[in-house]
């Protein structure tokens, strides 16, 4: 399964954060490729967008649109982290890539980008 649009996108319009995108195979096939980096002492980070849903293929909107803020960003809605449930879905998400794929950690492309003023991704 495709999770970002065309053949170069390189995943940061990202609709699907629970899914590995088909290029790396399987789930299991990621989960295999990091363990032999680990086995080869190399240490695998995760490029994650947290700011925006990409365009094409989120339907987030249409059944929870109160996950997204009036703002905007260059790439699409933003987030609207304001909200515990949001906070936590996102929460969830970073965990669930370093608990079940080991990864040894997460880049947030466009932190910057996060558009409520004075909210924290992680804040309770």
């Known amino acids: 399964m495709r999770i970002f649009p065309g053949r170069w996108n390189w995943g940061y319009d990202g609709v699907l954060l629970y899914a590995p995108d088909s290029v790396y195979g399987r789930p299991d096939d990621l989960k295999a490729l990091i363990d032999a980096a680990h086995r080869r002492g190399l240490m695998v980070f995760l490029d994650v967008v947290y700011n925006h849903f990409g365009p094409d293929g ?3 909107g249409r059944y929870a649109p109160q996950s997204f803020s009036p703002a ?15 906070r936590r879905f996102a929460i969830e998400n970073a ?6 794929f080991r990864f040894d950690g997460l880049r947030l492309d466009a932190a910057h980008a996060i558009t409520e003023p004075g909210t924290h991704f992680a804040a309770p």
């Open 58 to 60: 989120n339907y987030l």
């Open 72 to 86: 905007d960003t260059p790439w699409g809605n933003a987030i609207d982290y304001t909200r515990p449930e949001v």
């Open 95 to 100: 965990l669930y890539w370093l608990s079940d």
